[in-house]
């Protein structure tokens, strides 16, 4: 069973950092594609950003590109999402996710089977 453990979320201003990590138990395979989504109150999910494991190939929704990135550690087997640039707008809890396969839909959050209890982030102005 894969586990997904998000941490790193807070409070910051406007134009700072986050790191968000996901650390991913039971994993059997490179064969996985992993995503991070954000839902502010009131909104639905919405997708960030897709890594794919074995790869290392990633995607981006044009809301955060230029200004996140998404990296993954094999060895310590953990997701990262750099926040820079931050908005009052990107402000949700953000949820990692992970997919039995690195190929198909990477934006739709219907495609995931496996999500983190999310972890909030806040960005002041």
């Known amino acids: 069973q894969v586990q997904l453990v998000e941490s790193g979320g807070g409070l910051v201003q406007a134009g700072g950092s986050l790191r968000l990590s996901c650390a991913v138990s039971?994993?059997?395979?490179?064969?996985?594609?992993m995503g991070w989504f954000r839902q502010a109150p009131g909104k639905e999910r919405d997708f960030v950003a897709f890594?794919?494991?074995?790869?290392?190939?990633?995607y981006y929704a044009d809301s955060v590109k230029g200004r996140f990135t998404i990296s993954r550690d094999n060895a310590k087997n953990t997701v990262y999402l750099q926040m820079n640039s931050l908005k009052p707008e990107d402000t949700a809890v953000y949820y990692c996710?992970?997919?039995?396969?690195?190929?198909?839909?990477?934006?739709?959050?219907?495609?995931?089977?496996?999500w983190g209890q999310g972890t909030q982030v806040t960005v002041s102005s």
């Open positions: 996710a992970g997919k039995k396969s690195v190929t198909g839909l990477t934006a739709v959050a219907g495609a995931y089977e496996y």
């Open positions: 039971g994993r059997t395979s490179n064969n996985y594609g």
């Open positions: 890594i794919s494991w074995s790869s290392g190939r990633t």
